[in-house]
DNA sequence: CTGAAAGCGCTTACAG
DNA sequence: CTGAAAGCGCTTACAG
């Protein structure tokens, strides 16, 4: 596999190599300055024989004229958190943004950072003219960023982070995902609504719960609220206080706000036994994986993958100089409806006479 | 930031750009050509003022002395499957490939295959003089291997595959990950272990269970077995079916040989009621996430990153002309004591009469 | 033993 | 309007 020159090319044709480089040029002015016709030769023979042009000669030459900004070369930094929860939302985005960057012939350098010592990495690429922008995910905050800011390459953060600067983002919007669960179950008939959420403080559940309470009370619904770790979902017993709480809390239908964990509340709901969605409705809630979907519970899923993508446009935009506000962009989730949920009976479930109606 | 480049170093000092390229240079023959008093002072300078050689002139030049080969830039081709099963350990293998690369001053580049299209790209970065070797993961089979080829570039295949071709490979040792599990349990005394698997021929669960076989014939264990789809673990009337298995089948000990089952295990042992390790002991299976390791079950450990970073080492020497053996190599996994496991109780499980002893 | 020079493949300013 | 030439930063063969 013999690289192919535009030397070749001209040389087939017989032509001079700078008449080749002009065809191929990106640069529409340039490539008026040849005649039609033999534009369209040299055109077909590069076709024809496989040329693609060196990217190391291209990028060394960016360093001549480097008043016109390239975008060939994206670096996505993959800031390690604590658990590794974040690994699947993150390879999500990740295919996400490389598929996007493939259609712009730009690649993807991994980059992860576990410790700060890992930052030089980052500084190295950037000597080394290998980068034309970041995308950063995982545990972002204005350390990140202050790391990030000396390099002097745009950067986009994808996904949660915890900075208090202003800093082109984009993340899905989950005050809307919030919303749509309240609404679409508020459209069944539904009027009072327990929720899950997990015990930590994930940015995405706080926002969820904002969307959440605006469209309860916009639409009417009461709620009633239960902060698990991860772990009860699988505890037997924390799962049959989770029962109790249910059966009192006079609820008609259940998010469960946590990642797959849809599957296991549903069994623990069987075994009540409360049938799904005869006695009550759930919504499942999945961040990259695709269980909810495979057993068609009615779910909200994250496109984290257009996440990626969109990171790579904003990028891109900003690599070019195109006037892109400052703080985040959001990516709106889908609510996919399936089996489990539907109007209530209008005989509720045991409900203590405590409650209000 | 602006570049710093040798002839600056070399401006600085009085010396020639030359000298100081014969300083930096990898090659020892060279750097002895300099006076060692020089090769200091440009070697401190350089260091003081950050000098990064600029990567795409490195790759440039290398296109005239093609004969050293370089091993900078590692594609990294992750071949997407049909289900998502494998985007937790593939990406666990990436990020051990890529902090061995960094130790190298190496990058790693993300293509995703999802369709044959795609492998267009990997033959444009080819052609572009991008990468000089490709790691790959996920769905790899023969095709895939026949795409690779003719890119000329040397490749390891990581994780499972289905080549039957001899190709340069490394993986997690699953059959030793089996006969450790039998051989922890026979320590113990347990004489008669429970094995559940995965209904689905995954390469790693059919080579685990050679390894399981062999131990057991080895130290008079006796076995039984059964395969289930992964939802099974979930769904209450299966969770009935493995109960009344379970019982009847005399082990003291089970292993569930699925990713992440031994939670929904352990919690529908309870329930029968089981308790763990006093009536059975259990040992679980994790590929790549943690939670077995944060509730401490006894566990088998496979260390994804290193198959990752052991790639890199093995792609090395491959690129460098190192005289590699074809085929696989296996990385040992760990088998990590928890407190679910002990030595069996002299009064056994319920035990039918016609199960011999 | 030392240092000026050639050239990797490309892009673009500049001379004809 | 066309094409020869300069030069990006580096590595290495080659002339002094």
Same mark, same amino acid.
């Given at each position: 596999l013999s690289r192919v020159t535009q030397r070749q090319i001209a040389h087939q044709l017989g032509l001079s190599q700078s008449a080749v480089a002009f065809a191929l040029s990106d640069n529409p002015a340039r490539r008026k300055q040849l005649p039609a016709e033999t534009r369209r030769r040299i055109l077909e023979t590069a076709e024809r024989i496989g040329y693609v042009p060196h990217r190391a000669a291209q990028r060394l030459n960016q360093e001549r004229? !480097?008043? =016109? $900004? *390239?975008?060939d070369q994206v670096g996505i930094l993959? %800031? #390690?958190?604590? =658990?590794?929860?974040?690994d699947l939302p993150c390879h999500a985005m990740m295919s996400g943004a490389e598929h996007e960057l493939a259609n712009l012939h730009a690649t993807l350098t991994f980059i992860r950072i576990? #410790?700060? #010592?890992?930052w030089r990495k980052v500084h190295r690429l950037t000597q080394a003219g290998m980068v034309d922008g970041w995308l950063v995910v995982g545990a972002v905050d204005d350390q990140a960023v202050a790391q990030l800011r000396p390099t002097g390459l745009p950067f986009v953060i994808l996904g949660d982070h915890h900075c208090t600067a202003l800093v082109p983002s984009l993340n899905i919007d989950h005050v809307t995902a919030g919303r749509w669960v309240v609404e679409h179950l508020a459209r069944l008939g539904h009027r009072r609504i327990a929720f899950l959420y997990s015990a930590l403080p994930f940015l995405y559940r706080d926002r969820m719960i904002e969307g959440i309470q605006s469209a309860s009370v916009a639409g009417g619904i009461q709620t009633v609220e239960k902060y698990v770790p991860s772990s009860a979902v699988t505890s037997p017993a924390e799962g049959r206080l989770l029962l109790d709480w249910l059966k009192t809390s006079g609820a008609t239908a259940l998010f469960?706000? !946590? *990642? *797959?964990?849809a599957t296991s509340i549903w069994r623990l709901l069987q075994e009540a036994p %409360? $049938?799904?969605?005869?006695d009550i409705s759930l919504v499942a809630y999945e961040c990259a994986s695709t269980t909810a979907a495979a057993q068609n519970f009615t779910r909200v899923e994250l496109p984290m993958a257009e996440v990626g993508s969109q990171g790579v446009v904003l990028l891109h935009k900003i690599v070019f100089g195109a006037d892109v506000a400052l703080g985040e962009k959001n990516i709106p989730p889908t609510l996919v409806e399936g089996w489990s949920t539907r109007a209530p009976q209008t005989q509720a479930l045991e409900r203590p006479s405590c409650v209000p109606d």
């Open positions: 004229f !480097g008043h =016109s $900004r *390239s975008f993959y %800031l #390690a958190t604590t =658990s590794d929860y974040m576990t #410790a700060p #010592a890992d469960t706000a !946590g *990642s *797959s964990w %409360l $049938r799904v969605p005869e």
